[in-house]
T-cell receptor, first 111, second 112 residues
Framework: DAGITQSPRYKITETGRQVTLMCHQT?????MFWYRQDLGHGLRLIYY???????DKGEVPDGYVVSRSKTENFPLTLESATRSQTSVYFCASKESGGQQFFGPGTRLTVL | SQKIEQNSEALNIQEGKTATLTCNYT??????LQWYRQDPGRGPVFLLL?????KEKRKERLKVTFDTTLKQSLFHITASQPADSATYLC???????????FGKGTKLSVKP
């Protein structure tokens, strides 16, 4: 299917566990982004990538790791999950100078 | 520090009226501003982009204005319908890599 997908859609984990959220886009967009959305904060940028093997920190990168070995994939890893990382995570992609296309989101709960 | 604010957390209006949402920013000189719609449980969906040299942009019942002197954008939905009920987000270009900074959103409810 064309578009941008995220998996899993829902995840419950425990404090201290490693969790990886997957993001896949079929448009070959150069840019990809990870956001988290929390009540009272809106959407905040975690990491972004301008191309394969190029990543950079956003507003709230602490506790997260990203990689981009292929243009179409941009996984986000929580190396040791904390309760404060309970959130809804959105992946997005775009070409230069334009709108961002968002995935459906992953709802992560850290117990 | 850079800041973007959407003045109302929630806006309730009657069907058929015009909804006007406000987005203000400080410490920016953005090349463009975007508006997105977000429905519950879904990702944001792009609606409109307006560049710094454009005063106004229209798309069907939507109209966006951009005043770089006031550092403000207004988003209007004319002849509003219950199906327009959603959260609307404004976003500014924050860097050269196309990363955006989003406002917290305004939840619009259109009552029949």
């Amino acid at each position: 299917d064309a578009g941008i997908t995220q998996s899993p859609r829902y995840k419950i984990t425990e404090t201290g566990r490693q969790v990886t959220l997957m993001c896949h886009q079929t448009w070959s967009h150069s840019y990809m982004f990870w956001y988290r959305q929390d009540l009272g904060h809106g959407l905040r940028l975690i990491y972004y990538s301008a191309a394969a093997d190029i990543t950079d920190k956003g507003e709230v990168p602490d506790g997260y790791v990203v990689s981009r070995s292929k243009t179409e994939n941009f996984p986000l890893t929580l190396e040791s999950a904390t309760r404060s990382q309970t959130s809804v995570y959105f992946c997005a992609s775009k070409e230069s100078g334009g709108q961002q296309f968002f995935g459906p989101g992953t709802r992560l709960t850290v117990l | 520090s850079q800041k973007i604010e959407q003045n109302s957390e929630a806006l309730n209006i009657q069907e058929g009226k015009t909804a006007t949402l406000t987005c203000n920013y400080t410490n920016y000189s953005p090349a463009y501003l975007q508006w997105y719609r977000q429905d519950p449980g879904r990702g944001p969906v792009f609606l409109l982009l307006i560049r710094e040299n454009e005063k106004e942009k229209r798309k069907e019942r939507l109209k966006v204005t951009f005043d770089t002197t006031l550092k403000q954008s207004l988003f209007h939905i004319t002849a509003s319908q219950p199906a327009d009920s959603a959260t609307y987000l404004c976003a500014l270009l924050a860097g050269s890599q196309g990363n955006l900074i989003f406002g917290k959103g305004t939840k619009l409810s259109v009552k029949p």
